[in-house]
C-alpha cells in the first residue's frame, strides 16, 4: 500500500468517525438536548454490583401504556437506545438464575401481567427485539404507584444480599427481586 492510499484511507476514516459523531450529538450543535435523556443507576448487593444504563422517555401528558405503549406490544423501555444492565457475579431474579453479565432488558407489557426479558444481545444501538437471544424470561405482576412522569429504575429496597429493582413509568410498577451472593 503506497504512502498516498493510507493517507487517503486515514482521510476516509476521520470523516467517516466524525460522521457518526455528528450524528449522535446533533442536539448539542442545535442547542437543544435531545427529548429522552440518558440515565444511569449503580447499586451494590452483596458483593455484586449492577448497573443499568438507559435513555428515559417522557409521558407529556399522555398515559404510557395503552396510550404510548400498547398492551401486548414487545417494547423496548429505553425507545431510542436499548437498555442495559450488568452484573458483576451471577445472581437469581425473581428466584432465576442468570449469569454475571450484560444483557439489554425488554418488555411486553400486559394490564395483569408482564413478561420481562434480559437478552444476550447487549449493544446499546439495537432497538429491535432480538429473537431468539433470551437469557431469561420472567413473569412479573406489576403493582399501582404513584405518578412518573419520566420513565426510571430504580432500587427502593437493598437488604444485604437482596434488594427490589423496579421500573416505574406512569402508574406502573414492575418489581423484580435480586438475589446475589
Known amino acids: 500500500m503506497t504512502l498516498r492510499t493510507k493517507l487517503l484511507t486515514a482521510a476516509i476514516l476521520l470523516l467517516v468517525v466524525g460522521a457518526a459523531a455528528a450524528v449522535g450529538y446533533w442536539w448539542y450543535w442545535r442547542g437543544e438536548p435531545p427529548v429522552n435523556q440518558r440515565g444511569t443507576v449503580t447499586q451494590q448487593i452483596g458483593r455484586t454490583e449492577v448497573s443499568i444504563d438507559y435513555n428515559r422517555p417522557v409521558a407529556r401528558g399522555r398515559e404510557p401504556f395503552g396510550d404510548v405503549v400498547a398492551w401486548g406490544q414487545m417494547w423496548n423501555p429505553g425507545v431510542d437506545r436499548a437498555v442495559i444492565i450488568r452484573f458483576s457475579t451471577d445472581v437469581q431474579i425473581n428466584g432465576q438464575p442468570l ?36 437469557a431469561l424470561r420472567l ?15 430504580y432500587f427502593p429496597v437493598v437488604d444485604g444480599r437482596a434488594a427490589e429493582l423496579v421500573l416505574h413509568w406512569g402508574r406502573v410498577v414492575v418489581p423484580l427481586q435480586i438475589t446475589a451472593p
Open 99 to 134: 449469569a454475571s453479565g450484560s444483557y439489554s432488558i425488554w418488555a411486553q407489557p400486559r394490564e395483569d401481567a408482564w413478561t420481562v426479558i434480559f437478552s444476550r444481545r447487549a449493544d446499546a444501538a439495537n432497538v429491535t427485539y432480538p429473537e431468539g437471544q433470551d
Open 139 to 153: 413473569t412479573v405482576t406489576p403493582r399501582p404507584g404513584p405518578h412518573m412522569e419520566t420513565l426510571a429504575f
